[in-house]
């Protein structure tokens, strides 16, 4: 497990969530199977951020996509650089960082701020992407799953 310190990454020994387990229990991933869920927690690692941590800004490279396991994490999406609203607040169970899950992404278009003490599952985007080429079932269900988000977020961005 990775815990983030002073804007550091650094391992820790004893993870607090089995990566298994959280996809098991987060709904975007509700519809794999056991066999899928396996895969993907192997390509995963848990990290913590302290508060008013930065997981991502606007403009960052487009590695992970994360689920948030414990704390809250202000979303905001941003438009020519800056954030163009206050931004969503997304709690236990929720994924977000979904760039990660588009091929064409050059970087992040929003920030991910911790609120508090936050610990989420961080899964590799292009080993994701190859597993989802590997087994079209999975990356049928996934996609149909980024689809519903990637459209949430938008909607909620133009709602205000």
């Known amino acids: 497990m990775l815990i983030h310190r002073e804007n550091r990454m650094s391992e820790v020994s004893a993870p607090l969530h089995a990566p298994f387990d959280v996809l098991a ?8 199977n056991a066999a899928q869920l ?8 848990l990290e913590q951020w302290p508060r008013s ?28 650089g800056r ?4 931004g969503d607040i997304l709690e236990q169970g929720q994924v977000f960082g979904w760039a ?8 992040r278009i929003a920030t991910a701020s911790c609120m508090n003490d936050c610990s ?19 990356g049928y269900k ?17 709602a205000g």
């Open 25 to 32: 229990k987060t709904s975007f991933f509700s519809a794999l």
């Open 53 to 80: 941590s930065q997981i991502y800004n606007i403009g960052d490279p487009v590695r992970y996509l994360y689920v948030l396991l414990d704390g809250m994490v202000r979303f905001a999406i941003g438009v020519g």
């Open 142 to 158: 996934v996609m149909k799953q980024l689809n519903l988000l990637i459209t949430g977020t938008f909607t909620s961005f133009a």
């Open 120 to 138: 989420v599952l961080a899964i590799d985007g292009q080993e994701l992407l190859g597993l989802m080429e590997a087994d079209h079932s999975m």
């Open 83 to 86: 954030n163009a609203s206050a």
């Open 38 to 45: 396996q895969k993907i927690a192997s390509i995963a690692r």
């Open 100 to 107: 990660a899950l588009v091929p064409e992404a050059k970087g």
